[in-house]
């Protein structure tokens, strides 16, 4: 954040004389990716009066991955009441060399241009035209706004802050999201409303808990933590070492799980439950009485 303090001058003055030859540095700076910092949205619809709230959407960057594609990606985590499909998690990564943000394809895996950074008003972009550019007053904070717009949508990118308005009307009901509390940098800005994912929710190492109950009969629930997305694998051992039952297989996003493990069919004595996520591992025993 201290870079917007010494940026908005700057901009505001190429803005005044209608250009926008903006720095590498200026554009990046209207997407800010950090791991660690979050937003809060305030999401309302509207049918035929005035908007309601329908509740808030919280959104974290909670870690990197690399996907089949070849890229790097920062992992964005939405939870919370949000309007638009966007819960779990979406990736983008910046060219540094261009400012142009790019997504992958949920069902091909290829990448896409989400939007261009560097973009003129008046240009076009992936979310439309860029239609206005203009000093505003973020969260109490001076910035500037770029709006881009498509066939009754649009969406704003504040310098500093990212995402911090969307709307779209799809005919019947217009759906609106605002920016109520981010926390860019360390820096906190706005209030949080507290309503969907706290960062204090965010699990700070990987971590694998002792099942309960324990001793168990026949089931059991363990739990592990992961602080960024990774590839996961929980598996049960016997006494010998042999592998009895593979629990979980798959990639996973940020955040607390817990998984069932139904003994049923194995006899009583003791077992070894191991988590593997990343470069994490650990073995935890866990004891079967029939």
Known sequence: MKRMSVLVPCLLGLITTGAMAQSLDSALAYFPMDVGNVWEYANYSAFAGPPSLI?????AVTGD?????GHA??????????WMPLTGSRFYRVDSATANVYCPEADTGREFLWDSLRA??????AQ?????????????IPTLTKRSAFTGKSLDLSLGYGVTYLYNDDMFIIHTSRLVYAKIGGKAYGTLMGVGLDERSIPKNAALLQNYPNPFNPSTTIRYELPKSSMVRLSVYDILGREVSVLV?????VGSYEVKFDGKNLA??????????GDFTQTKRLLLLK
């Open 268 to 277: 009583t004595g003791v077992y070894f439950y191991r988590l593997q996520a």
């Open 120 to 125: 003129n008003l008046h240009d076009g972009t």
């Open 65 to 69: 991955t690399l996907l089949p594609c």
């Open 73 to 82: 990606y920062r992992v964005f985590t939405y939870t919370g009441s949000i």
């Open 128 to 140: 439309g035209e860029v239609e206005s550019v203009a000093p505003d007053t973020i969260l109490g």
């Open 55 to 59: 509740g808030y959407g919280f959104v």
């Open 249 to 253: 297989n798959e990639r996973k996003n």
